[in-house]
């Protein structure tokens, strides 16, 4: 029968039921490293099928009420196994159907593979609204980063990121966790990098980062770091969150300030423009949704744990140290792609200096901030002598007074470069 004489519902159906039981998924060789010499025409044969899969479970109407039985029923051709048996859950299907797919996950010829191949996922996810199959993605997206990728002429610089980038995506955004799983990946990962001859160092949890790619890692990072603090709650009259609620989202922020702390410091480590110009970019974002988002629950969890606050503030303020040492650097270099975002960080966090002194001030604990001139330094920490004129002969004396004080108020200090 001809495809033109199928009806939608059939040749759905002939789509789904055409990638169930491929009679091969293994295009290695047997050593692993090498590919099988009719690998090209097998790599593209399955990145077109991954792409009719997902162009079909992305078409807007499958979220019809009328078409959830076709959308049950392919979902369940793709789930079915001999001993399985049918779900009415239209979760659990597509969960099913996740585990069906994960087999590919190891037999995946090419990092540029992985791209089609986690969009056929999402797009059954969104289909389904299933949260459970989401997390079975996130725990696919970490198998496939945990992967040791060959390169190939097949595929561009080009193709790999943009791979790289949707498997750091899904990584962290359907992980349980994603401020642990950045959390994870600073501590063990990254590290494995820094100090590595001639820059290129690669990890051994997770392969698939390298000193060459670090910027798409660095990058990912930092969105998922700013998406978290965007998604506390804003408050609302009339419906106070419980105390336990409350200090869920502040030890949350805590977590991401701590997390935020590592990726600055990373910069010094990776002196790459792509480092460097996420860092002002997200930053930025960063401080922008902590006055929006976080700064409200700081405020009203000041007095209940005081000490967890200022120990938050504390955190906050090395960073915001560093972000001033970016800020000088970049003026130094004079490249416009990081210069211009230099004026809008230096004005969000003069804004974010001042609200950490207005909700000071209102719980009478000023004597917790002072302020007063940084030096401007650049990524080593060297001094910019060209700007030392420009600071008044007794601030240098304050700043070094304030950073050797034994004083533990003081190192909660927000301080404000001139």
Known sequence: MGLTRLTGRESSKLEVSSFTHPQSTNIRDDDGDSFSPDYPAQCECLTLLFKILAVFFAWPQLSDPMYSPLLHQSLEILSKSPHSSVSKDIGLVAKGACVYLERFCEHLPLLSCTRPYVTLLVSICTACQSSVAQKRVAKICTQLLKHSWVES???????????????????FEWSVEPLKAVEEMCTKAVPELIGEDGGQGVSSIFPALSSDNFPCFYKNMMITVVSQIKAIPLPTKGAQPSSEVLLDRLQSIHLSANVLHMLVTFVKSFEKRAV?????????????ALLKFGMPVIDVEFRPHKDEVLTLLKTLQKSTRCFQTFCGHSKVKRDTSLTNHVPKLKKILEMFMFKVMEMLAHHDCQEAFSVGNLRNRDLQGQEILSQVSKLPAHSSQLRSERETSPNPNDEAVCSQEE
């Open 153 to 171: 002429t097949m595929e561009t610089t080009q193709q790999r990121t943009e791979a790289l980038e949707y498997l750091l995506k899904y990584h």
């Open 276 to 288: 460097l110009s996420a860092a002002l970019k997200y930053g930025t974002l960063y401080i922008e």
